[in-house]
């Protein structure tokens, strides 16, 4: 794996990796996007076109009293609440494919074999790797946004709802569903550099086959669903995003020191 020019050298590597992704397995990388489209669309016609009793959901009218004003409060509710929890949901869901898509097709090709060769350190790998996670991370979360900002916005357009958005909720939906992705995509690397053999459960048939490893890397946005759903009417943005953002942001630091101080190649290899 050569380098492109005029890359500086700490982030050759990395770019090496993102320009793979980006030419190899993008196809792939991108399936999670449209079911992320099918859920946000059929979750806000449900509720525009839902029952009284769908349209009775206080804990959704709670966010929605809180956040805009005029007709449509349910389905806001349910916007404004669930929108950054699927998109943390769905991000999460593409960083491991990505992460775990790079091990496997590195150990299968024998590319950490000819990185050992060459004149990179295991600790030079471990930075590339996580660089590479971070990139296809913040990539995901900025699709992933702008998808639930457009349905936001067509929402407004077409309706008489108005917003009325602080900066702790806009800090908590912007923020949150980046901490999840990065938080998955460390655990997703620290699974698979150090216990590769967690990822093989279910086979080598594809990234969408479950795997432990996938499970592990998929707890912090299963839980974000969660936080979001029952912690925004409840305890506000800005106190769930020191919170639920706290906890991953610490479980995302513990995974990179992990995998900065431990990670050999040959753990991967040996798999």
């Given amino acids: 794996m050569t380098a492109p020019a005029g890359i500086p050298r700490p982030f050759a590597l990395t770019h090496a990796l993102i320009w793979r992704l980006l030419h190899e397995g993008r196809r792939h990388l991108l399936a999670p996007v449209l079911p992320f ?42 916007l404004l609440t669930l929108g950054p929890a699927l998109a943390a949901f769905f991000n999460a869901v593409s960083v491991t494919r990505a992460v775990q898509g790079l091990v496997g097709a590195e150990v299968t ?21 996580l660089g590479y996670m971070a990139a296809a991370a913040t990539g995901f979360w900025a699709a992933y946004m702008a998808i639930v ?25 912007l923020l949150l569903p980046l901490l999840i992705a990065l938080t998955s995509g460390s655990l997703a690397l620290l ?8 990822t093989q459960i279910g086979g080598a048939a594809g990234l969408s086959g ?11 946005a299963i839980g974000s669903l969660f936080a ?9 943005a800005t106190r769930l995003l020191l919170a639920a953002g706290g906890i991953t942001f610490l479980i995302a630091v513990a995974s990179v020191a992990v995998v900065a101080a431990c990670f ?8």
């Avoid at 059929?42 to 005029?70: E, H, P, Q």
């Avoid at 979001?228 to 506000?236: A, D, Q, S, V």
């Fill in 149 to 173: 900002a457009l349905a936001t916005g067509l929402l407004v357009a077409t309706t008489s709802t108005r917003l009325h958005l602080d900066a702790g909720y806009t800090a908590l939906s």
């Fill in 109 to 129: 090709r024998g590319g950490f074999e000819e990185l050992l060769s060459a004149p990179y350190t295991p600790r030079r790998i471990a930075t590339a790797v």
């Fill in 228 to 236: 979001l759903t029952y912690g925004l009417p409840h305890l506000g």
């Fill in 210 to 220: 479950g795997n432990l490893g996938n499970v592990i890397a998929m707890l912090p």
């Fill in 37 to 78: 489209v099918a859920v946000l669309a059929l979750m806000v016609l449900t509720s525009l076109r839902g029952s009284g009793a769908v349209n009775g959901a206080g804990s959704f009218l709670d966010v929605a009293a809180r956040y805009t004003s005029g007709g449509h409060a349910v389905t806001m509710g349910i």
């Fill in 191 to 198: 699974v698979s550099l150090l216990f590769p053999r967690l």
């Fill in 264 to 271: 050999s190649p040959e753990t991967a290899l040996d798999s």
